[in-house]
């Protein structure tokens, strides 16, 4: 894999902040776009700009063979076994909204329960929560181990026959724990219940195979994973999709409109109401063949050594705190003792270094840290040694400086 190749391809890594080479560790909240997508998304509009399925002009025809192209490829990346299982949305936070509202509230009622765990984002806890109270179902959790990984054992305690809906994240976006969804899906399965996979950190950068998995929904976001923003995936297995109401209604996603009543498209057009997100769809299977052409397996390869050169490198700092489990995915959460990671992410900035600071919209995680924030550096295909090498010294300078303030 030809690290330096592959970042000639992504045009905003020549840019400088501050002054300084920009270090872009920042991917888990969006991940940069290589020529290859930009093109792609320029060249739909300069040359195929139509509504899609409606029209049967020129370009009608051009738009709406991209279109459904990109679900091809879509459906190849994940091994679906048919296009009607993939839907376009939004991102991750609308497929799983569409989860929550479609099957859930049509499928929970009294006394049934919900499993998570408190490593989720809010995008597949929030859902959860409002899907529970409006059908008196119970919200259940996984309990952690130390380490921020999640055992078996657990699951397989805290899973009952009550259980209806089981939803985890592939790899979490704040510990890099890669949890062990074939596993769990097994276990759900075996209680009657559905599994539920935020794969927002997951499809990006390792191989994902929905029928190995078994799990029956899995949700990711294009703009994690070289796509444009506002691009997403709802993939379903196709039993349930069938038996599942659209969240949205009006032109694109309808059979037959009478005055009093309507009938729907057939799948996957009918979960995808109104003007589609046509161009969005075309980047994102650019997106895909660029990353087919690295090879999955060849990111998530060179992924895990830098994951491992940043733990060795960051820990030879002294005052910083690392979280999460040895084997991890690749980003390390971390905070500088007396240092706000706020603060922390700033002073990174002014040497042109890019992190995340916040609670990474998982405050049930942070709480559970016994912390109210971290910074976070997150790696992509891109990144390399001696992006890890600024970072560990700009640390050093952060300290420096904040040791000199006080």
């Known amino acids: 894999m030809d690290v330096k190749a592959i970042r000639r391809e992504f045009p905003i890594l020549g840019e400088e902040i501050n002054g300084h080479p920009l270090v872009y560790l920042d991917s888990s909240a969006t991940s940069q776009k290589p020529k290859k997508v930009i093109d792609a998304v320029d060249t739909y509009y300069k040359t195929a700009n139509s509504n899609v399925h409606r029209g049967v002009h020129t370009l009608g025809s051009r738009a709406t063979d991209q279109y459904e192209g990109a679900r091809e490829k879509v459906r190849a990346f994940l091994n679906a076994n048919s296009t009607a299982e993939i839907i376009f949305t939004r991102g991750t936070t609308t497929s799983i909204n569409t989860i929550a509202y479609s099957y859930a509230r049509a499928n929970l009622q009294e006394g049934d329960e919900v499993v998570i765990n408190p490593m989720e984002h809010h995008s597949n806890l929030i859902p959860w929560q409002q899907a529970a109270k409006a059908c008196g179902a119970t919200l259940k959790y996984i309990p952690l181990q130390d380490d921020g990984t999640i055992s078996l054992e657990d699951v397989r305690t805290t899973v009952t026959s009550n259980t209806k809906i089981v939803a985890v994240t592939h790899v979490s976006n704040v510990l890099g724990t890669v949890n062990p969804v074939k596993e769990m899906a097994k276990i759900a399965h075996d209680h009657g219940a559905v599994v539920v996979v935020d794969g927002a950190q997951g499809a990006p950068h390792m191989k994902v195979d929905v029928n190995d998995l078994d799990c029956d929904f899995y949700a990711f976001s294009g703009h994690k994973m070289c796509a444009p923003t506002g691009i997403g995936v709802l993939y379903g297995k196709k039993e349930h999709l069938e038996t599942m109401e659209p969240v ?51 990111i998530l390869e060179h992924e895990q050594k830098l994951a491992d050169y940043a733990m060795e490198k960051l820990r030879t700092i002294d005052d910083i705190t690392i979280y999460g489990p040895e084997k991890r995915a690749a980003l390390v959460t971390f905070n500088l003792d007396d240092v706000h990671p706020h603060d922390l992410a700033t002073v990174l900035d002014a040497d042109g270094i890019a992190v995340r600071a916040g609670h990474h919209c998982a405050q049930p995680l942070m709480k559970w840290l016994n912390v109210t924030a971290t910074a976070r550096a997150s790696f992509y295909l891109y990144n390399t040694e001696e992006d890890v090498d600024r970072l560990a010294d700009g640390l050093l300078k952060t300290k420096e400086f904040f040791g000199d303030v006080f």
């Open 248 to 298: 949205e209604f009006g032109g694109e996603m309808i059979d037959f409109v009478d005055l009093y009543d309507s009938t729907w498209k057939e799948l996957p057009w009918k979960f995808e109401g109104g003007t589609p997100i046509i161009a969005g769809a075309v980047g994102l299977g650019a997106a895909i063949d660029f990353l087919n052409d690295v090879g999955m397996n060849n």
